[in-house]
């Protein structure tokens, strides 16, 4: 496929390059996503957030016209019902070891169709940019072999592109951000930190919660679905008999 894409910080030039994304999202079961939520979520609250924020992240990756292949990992039987009848390829997560193991496995799936870059991506990050995301595939075009963009404490790892054939391993997980960057180093493989803002904002804790909400109201027609299901709990709170 040759790509064009306005490339980061060019006022108005393009460029053109021969590439074969794909988006490889690991999507660990709703109803035992988001635990850290547990103080402010009931499971059934947590269990639909996660469903929504991947339904947003989902039609994000739909509407990103580079992508060649949608690769979801995951052992929850319901995401087969939210993407039936859609583009995307499923690899069955059958032992759910992780985010890294599911995006080894994702990353093998993308080397088999033949696949020259491969973006991991978050279900959690339900206001993504397809521009944003695109724009990380134009950086790694660009020479870089590793692009990571972490997460909005600058600790964690929210997204990899990386050569899904190529040597590098994802090792997702507290304090990520560094095992990444050293990882690319002592491998000889140049990396980049990017961080645009529609793939920072993860949501793991009530803080994460709350910047959402923010983020939300400055993002109008963003994240339909996530939208509606804080609006769901905050109405069900709200309906709440207040204690005598």
């Given amino acids: 496929m040759r790509a064009r894409s306005r490339a980061d910080g060019l ?26 939520l547990g103080e402010v979520l009931g499971s059934g609250s947590r269990a639909a957030l ?17 992508l060649q292949a949608i690769i979801l990992v995951s ?5 087969l019902d939210i993407v039936a009848g859609r583009d995307v390829v499923v690899i069955e ?31 959690d990050c339900p206001l993504l940019d397809p521009a944003e995301l695109e724009e990380l595939f134009v950086r790694a075009a660009s020479g870089i072999d590793v692009v ?12 990899l592109v990386v050569d899904p ?12 951000l560094k095992r990444h960057t050293e990882q690319a180093e002592q491998r000889g493989l140049s990396a980049a930190i990017d961080r645009p803002a529609s793939l920072t904002l993860d949501v793991d804790t009530e803080d994460d919660l709350v910047a959402l909400g923010i983020a939300l109201e400055r993002s109008h ?13 905050e109405r069900t709170r709200d309906s709440r008999p207040v204690a005598a």
């Fill in 93 to 123: 997560d059958s032992v759910e070891k992780g985010q890294s193991h599911a995006a080894r496995a994702g990353l093998a799936r993308a080397t088999a169709m033949g696949l020259d870059r491969a973006a991991l991506v978050p279900s």
């Fill in 75 to 79: 052992s929850d039987r319901k995401l």
């Fill in 148 to 159: 990571v963009v972490p997460d909005r404490h600058g600790t964690g790892t929210n997204a």
């Fill in 165 to 176: 054939a190529g040597p590098f391993e994802p090792q997702f997980g507290p304090g990520s």
């Fill in 11 to 36: 006022q108005g030039e393009y460029v053109s390059f021969d590439v074969r994304p794909a988006a490889i999202l690991p999507v660990k079961s709703f109803e035992s996503a988001k635990q850290r």
């Fill in 50 to 66: 996660a469903a929504a924020m991947f339904s947003d992240v989902l039609g994000a990756l739909e509407r990103a016209h580079m």
């Fill in 221 to 233: 027609g963003r994240a339909p679905r996530t939208r509606g299901v804080l609006r769901q709990i």
